[in-house]
């Protein structure tokens, strides 16, 4: 299967070089010492839109500060949408991508919802394939380590009126980073949400704008404050269904080997690790059923031994086990608090197949150096 072949607008983005790209030493000292999102490569790709005349100049420049109105629409009425994937670096030498496509096509999407213009395709990838290759000594080489991909849109027009802004900038960020779990996958904790909902029907869950994040820290607070890494929300109309975690799609093994994980109901980001992980299952001969799934079953689940594992999934992570759930009415440990083999092969699978230790029979690989 020849590997993913969106088309690319690359040649159009012009370089324009960091005159003082940060020291080959110091460089090397980052890559050396990886953590989530506080180092930056050198450059960042970017293009602007203006109403009535479309998307124009793309670029990649010096990554540094922006110059923004105080009257930016963004810093107001939060318009904005951003997207999350990664570049990892081969045996080789290559470098790919993961499904970028889906990314761009998931873009697009939220930028619907959230009345920003559409991006091409070939724009998105272009600006990844234009950014990686500028910064390609960025792209680490350690185990599990990879090169973090953050496209991101956002309206930039002075104006304090409430409407969708004639002026808009896309820009790409590029951050090296390690493995998730030092030291070894190690199962995570799960705070139930109580009192509050990421997102209800017709609003914006299933786009990736940068609200429903803001909305997740204070619930992420208190999960933390009851010992947990992670929160999960229930639904907003019933509050009994699993909706997801602040940032990664749940699913629950049984017993019987049959997977299951919440039906994308409008309130739920749709994963790419999430869609890739339940074909890889159905592939592998597993069956998997996206549906509803009320916290009463997947508890009394856990308890009865009904319910084997639970991991959720997402590209920061890739698939991480959930060794414990709890809210202030139970708390529940998940197959002895130790990773579950479903979990794991599947987690296996996917990084396999991204580090290029597997033959990409999907073809979601795609080249970019
Ligand atoms: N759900 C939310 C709310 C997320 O922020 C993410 C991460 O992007 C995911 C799910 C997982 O999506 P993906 O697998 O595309 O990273």
């Known amino acids: 299967m020849p590997s993913s072949s969106a088309p690319s607008a690359v040649e159009a983005f012009e370089v324009f070089a960091n005159p003082a790209p940060l020291p080959l030493a110091q460089r090397e000292a980052a890559l050396a010492d990886l953590n989530f999102g506080t180092q930056f490569t050198d450059h960042m790709a970017r293009v602007q839109w203006r109403s009535g005349t479309g998307w124009l100049d793309r670029r990649v420049e ?20 951003f997207e999350g994937l990664k570049a990892y670096r081969w045996a080789d030498g290559s ?15 939220s930028a619907q919802r959230l009345a920003l213009p559409q991006l091409n ?40 009126g409430v409407r969708p802004a004639n002026q808009v900038d896309y820009l790409l960020i590029a951050s090296p980073v390690g493995p998730y779990f030092t030291g070894g996958v190690k199962p995570v904790s799960i705070w139930v949400a109580q009192g509050y909902h990421r997102a209800g029907p017709g609003g914006t869950g299933d786009a990736k704008c940068g609200g429903n994040y803001a909305a997740s820290l204070l619930p992420q607070m208190q999960a933390a404050e009851n010992g947990c890494q992670q929160v999960l929300f229930l639904d907003a109309k019933e509050d009994r ?40 299952l159905e592939d592998s001969g597993r069956k998997v059923l996206e549906k509803d799934i009320t916290l009463d079953e997947v508890r009394s689940g856990i308890e009865s031994g ?17 060794g414990r759930l709890a809210s202030p009415d139970f708390d529940v440990t998940i197959n002895g608090g ?24 999907y ?7």
């Open 62 to 81: 010096a990554y540094g500060p922006l110059s923004l109105d105080p009257a930016a629409a963004v810093l107001h009425y939060g318009q904005e949408i």
């Open 95 to 109: 470098v790919w991508v993961f499904r970028p496509e889906a990314n761009a096509a998931r873009f697009n999407k």
């Open 121 to 160: 395709v070939d724009d998105f990838i272009g600006s990844i394939e234009a950014l990686v290759r500028t910064d390609l000594e960025w792209v680490p080489d350690a185990d599990e380590s990879s090169l973090y991909l953050r496209p991101f849109m956002f309206a930039s027009e002075a104006f304090l």
């Open 241 to 280: 269904y699993l909706d997801e975690l602040g940032g990664m799609n749940v699913f629950v093994v049984r017993r019987d080997g049959t997977v299951e994980t919440p039906r994308l109901t409008g309130t739920i980001l749709e994963g790419i690790t999430r869609s890739s992980v339940i074909t890889q």
């Open 306 to 322: 009904d319910v084997v594992e639970v991991f959720a999934c997402g590209t920061a992570a890739v698939v991480t086990p959930v």
């Open 338 to 361: 130790v990773a579950g083999d479903v979990t794991m092969a599947i987690r296996a699978a996917l990084t396999d197949i991204q580090y290029g230790r597997a033959a990409d029979t």
């Open 363 to 369: 073809g979601w690989m795609r080249r970019v150096a």
